[in-house]
């Protein structure tokens, strides 16, 4: 059953691509494909919350020889929340991408980004995973270049060079793993590794994988990437990236340092937590000299990226738990902003914060979807941030790790600073320039009703923190206890 | 063997990086091919490089003492195909980047850090289309 | 500018054999040197070797199909080289075997059948991407 969430997207690619010419088959087509794929996402994440971890040997091959797909609670928890935001955005779609992009193969690409995702997030071999990564990463190259405006095509290109290292830096490490293992199957890696856990060579592959995919999820000081090209494409498909790619960089960060690299801890966490701090601090400050609402969300997914991070350098269990739950928290907040700063964008006109103004006296309820996942993102209670960062801090007490804490903290307060600075900006000063001051322009119902969802999700997610932090900290117990990981794959065998 | 096939990956690392050091838009891109080179060959070292051993193992035989690990061939070929399809990419948006911003020097490419003003290529191909 | 007659002519006697030989290459592909990869490579350079000696317009009118289409529907059957095996609830991509070889044609298999998938979507897409590349010039 868990090879579904990777075939759905592809059979839907390939219909998407029969029916190029036309644009309503298309349309559906896309939001028939994510639909499908929630419904089935919600039964694996039901499936394996009950009965434990799934395993499907691709090609009936035995374990360490073929390619295993592997899905446990963690990437159920995460193909489930990645499905639900494609459906919303397939839904955003239909209004927030133009037409010239929607010729050209928006809605393709957005299906074969979906089978890279779900495919990085069910497999349980090495290469494979690389593979995976590759298919996300050829759909969002074309994605990010899609339209091909100059800022967009000049973001495209340090988008396209950064990544493509970081895969080579992956293919390299994982020549260096087979050497040292003779295997790529993740848990029989598991096991090899574990034998040879006194070697450097270890160490070196650890930090070498640790690199590539901190590229891929723009951690300090490898994010540069990010602030330049994130901001250039339309706000959906920034919003779609924001959710999917650097949030499956992480999922593979806390997997492989959970899985496979977990005893060198004394050394690759220090790193992991300094390189966490730096990236909360650099992101938020980054964030504070902005004015464009884009650019300034942008800088906001780096400064939470670093939140996640915290979690998997603590290394504790109810630390990976906050972490599990903070990524699912800032999949959903994080594009309900985007989306609703889309919106600030068809009414005004622009993304720029001296410009707007004005939005609250005329669209209270409009407001209010912007303000609610602010608000969350910041952390305030009784929203799913505060939670998030909650359990970030109570494990970094029980870690004795003040300084993170306090670093956290103040990283909170910048970020609520931020959020205030839009909230005055973009919805209660009057607007400058008398042009904006009529505020009738309508909404398309496409783009309202899934931000709404979206932010009553988020909304939800605060106010039943308790139930899903207990689904977190089962998730947190599986990938801290890889024996379980590695039953179920190797098991089968023997 | 292993030696020279050693020293040719770090030859082809250390070409790939000076390569995307460089300002031109082609030489980084050659630079990220020469790289992908570097990583396959490493791949191809990742085990012991055998002559004349057969790959497959004869389940009336057994496992025999001397024999060639098929996989990292393997792992090449899916690599190189998926380095064709990343390099077709990246030459079509170096041709497109070069007729839309006029130069071949990457440090003319600052539109996404200071705002410049772009021409509204994505208004012509939308006119064209209605 | 005066096109050379030599490259005409040689492509006449080389695409039809360059055609035969990227099928040749398709079929002996699943134990020896070859495959759909290799084979679409060689078929799809053949018909750009066409498109250059007379022109991309003539290979358009060539093709049978959009060559958008002709990468989806190889990608289609590679596809389903794999739903196979789910029939008969075998994991997704078992391979499946019919037990006499046929002449000519060899041991036939899903394998076959995915590489057949894989030859036709090389085709396409190389088609696709150097068309477009033409288109521009």
């Keep these: 059953m868990i090879i579904y969430p990777i075939l759905i997207p592809l059979v839907f690619a390939i219909i998407t691509v029969l029916f190029w010419e036309n644009q309503r088959v298309k349309r559906a087509l ?21 009965e434990g971890i799934q395993v499907v040997q691709v090609g009936d091959w035995p374990a360490p020889f073929g390619i295993s797909l592997v899905v446990d609670l963690f990437s159920a928890i ?34 074969f980004l979906l089978v890279g995702v779900n495919g990085a997030l069910c497999t349980g071999d ?25 800022t967009q095509i000049e973001g495209a290109i340090k988008y396209v060079i950064l990544n493509l290292l970081a895969s080579t830096l992956f293919l390299s490490a994982i020549g260096l793993t087979y050497n040292l293992a003779g295997t790529l199957n993740m848990a029989d890696l598991a096991l090899r590794l574990q034998a040879v856990s006194s070697s450097g060579q270890v160490t070196v592959i650890a930090v070498l994988f640790l690199v590539a995919f901190g590229i891929k999820s723009a951690i300090f000081p490898l994010f540069f990437w990010l602030p330049a090209s994130y901001h250039t494409p339309p706000v959906t498909i920034t919003a779609l990236f924001s959710a999917l790619l650097t949030k499956v960089g992480m999922y593979t960060l806390i997997r492989f340092f959970t899985l496979l690299f977990p005893f060198e801890s004394e050394y690759t966490h220090t790193i992991i937590l300094i390189s966490a701090g730096f990236t909360m601090l650099t992101g938020v400050l980054g964030a504070a000299a902005q004015t464009d609402l884009r650019r300034l969300l942008s800088f906001h997914i780096i400064s939470q990226i670093g939140y996640i991070f915290m979690g998997l350098g603590l290394f504790t269990e109810y630390a990976i738990a906050a972490s599990i739950y903070f ?61 998030a960062k909650l359990g970030l801090i109570i494990a970094g007490l029980e870690s004795k790790q003040y300084f993170i804490i306090g670093l956290a903290l103040f990283v909170s307060l910048m970020t609520l600073f931020s959020m205030t600075k839009v909230w005055n900006e973009a919805y209660w000063k009057p607007p400058k320039d008398p042009q904006y001051a009529d505020q009738q322009k309508p909404v398309s119902r496409w783009r309202l009703a899934p931000v709404i969802i979206i932010v009553v999700l988020s909304v939800l997610l605060g106010l039943f923190a308790n139930p899903v932090f207990e689904v977190c900290q089962m998730a947190a117990a599986q990938l801290m206890d890889p024996s379980q990981y590695i039953r179920a794959v190797l098991g089968m065998v023997r | 063997m292993l030696f020279l096939m050693a020293i040719a990956a770090g ?20 630079g990220i091919l020469l790289l992908g080179y570097a990583a396959n060959l490493l791949l191809f070292n990742a085990a012991p490089l055998i002559r004349g051993a057969p790959p497959l193992i004869d389940p009336v035989i057994g496992v025999p003492t001397v024999y060639a690990d098929p996989v990292p061939q393997a792992l090449i070929l899916t690599a190189i195909v998926i380095s064709f399809g990343v390099t077709a990419f990246a030459v079509v948006l170096i041709r497109r980047a070069y007729a839309v911003t006029g130069t071949g020097d990457l440090d003319n490419m600052h539109c996404t850090d200071i705002p410049c003003e772009s021409e509204e290529i994505l208004s012509d191909l939308e006119d064209e289309i209605l | 500018m005066q096109r050379s007659i030599i490259l005409p002519v040689a492509t006449r006697f080389l695409m039809p054999l360059m055609l035969v030989f990227s099928i040749f290459l398709l079929l002996r592909g699943h134990n020896e040197v070859g495959g759909g990869f290799v084979g679409g490579l060689v078929a799809a350079s053949a018909l750009m070797l066409y498109a250059i000696s007379t022109s991309p317009s003539a290979l358009w009118r060539l093709l049978p199909l959009d060559p958008r289409f002709i990468a989806a529907i190889g990608l289609l059957i590679s596809l389903f080289s794999g739903f196979i095996s789910m029939f008969y609830e075998k994991p997704f991509m078992t391979n499946m075997w019919i037990e006499a070889p046929l002449p000519v044609l060899g041991k036939i298999g899903t394998p076959t059948l995915f590489d057949l998938g894989v030859y036709i979507l090389v085709v396409g897409v190389v088609v696709w991407i150097l068309l477009e590349f033409a288109e521009d010039e």
Excluded: C
């Design chain 1, 126 to 150: 090495l290469f494979n995973l690389y593979v995976w990564f590759e298919v996300m990463l050829m759909s969002s190259f074309v994605l990010i270049a899609l339209g091909g405006e100059r």
């Design chain 1, 78 to 111: 995460m193909l489930l929340t990645t499905s639900i935001v494609a459906f919303l955005l397939a839904f955003y779609s239909v209004d927030g991408i133009d037409l010239a992009r929607r010729k050209y193969g928006y809605f393709p690409l957005f299906q």
């Design chain 2, 11 to 30: 030859v082809l690392f250390a070409a790939g990086i000076f390569m995307i050091l460089r300002r031109s838009m082609v030489k980084v891109l050659v």
């Design chain 1, 327 to 387: 990524l699912v928290h800032i999949i959903l907040a994080k594009t309900a902003l985007f989306l609703s700063a889309g919106m600030v964008e068809s009414i005004q006109g622009s993304f720029d914060l001296k410009k707007l103004g004005g939005l609250y006296k005329h669209r209270v309820g409009l407001s209010m979807l912007f303000l609610l996942p602010a608000l969350s993102v910041a952390g305030l209670p009784p929203f799913s941030g505060f939670f």
């Design chain 1, 30 to 50: 896309s939001i028939i494909s994510t639909g499908l794929l929630m419904i089935v996402n919600i039964n694996i994440f039901f499936v394996v919350y009950r």
